[in-house]
């Protein structure tokens, strides 16, 4: 099976040396929760964020939402020859069933993870639509198994989203950085048997994604 591996993705809940700072209580007051309860979102918590580690890649949770709905939504992943993982900055992996069906709205997508955070699981009607783990990159690569990895990354070698679809089969994995700015961290890119550009522009995750998915599309099932 294809995987796509959204890796390093600026979704965490408030760190707890920022959950005291002015921005984020004002901010989880106005949704009515803790501190500790909330995303870390450069929208409301800029002031808090400043100089923290790895700055330009945390707290964009809504670009997290974008890759989700142009990977989860599209017939690839129906048919069940695409699965789908979030690897976030704090060392964490979400997991999602062939059944679940994520919000389009923003604010009850950022209510769901927050749930997620904090139960570990979303269950419904018996089955786990949704789980989240403590686990490295390293050891979801490990779970995943998969016969080669592409990363996807400016840095890589010139290419396109159709020769990179030409390169791949149902064990390939296919990484894409979930953050808005920066590159991958050492730790990420020393897995990836091959590194490729796909296009000149410096464009967003959840593009990359649609664009690299439907030429994938396009040859494992149409």
Known sequence: MLSLVIAESALEIVPRELQKHNSVRASARRFNKRSSEILLDVSWHFAAMKNIKDE??????DLIHFCLLESCSIPIYFENKLQVFVHTIDNKVIFFDKSV????????FAGLIEKLYSEGSIEEKGTKLLEIKKMSFED???KINPRQIIGLSSEGDSSSYQKVAE???ENTCIIV????????SDNIKKHFDKTRSVDKNPLEAHIIISRV???CEKRIIM
């Open 56 to 61: 330009i890649k945390r707290g964009r949770p």
């Open 213 to 215: 998915l439907y030429e």
């Open 177 to 184: 950085g979930g953050f808005a700015k920066g590159e991958f």
């Open 167 to 169: 390169e791949i089969d």
């Open 140 to 142: 979801l690569i490990k």
């Open 101 to 108: 069906r994520l919000p389009k709205s923003y604010h009850r």
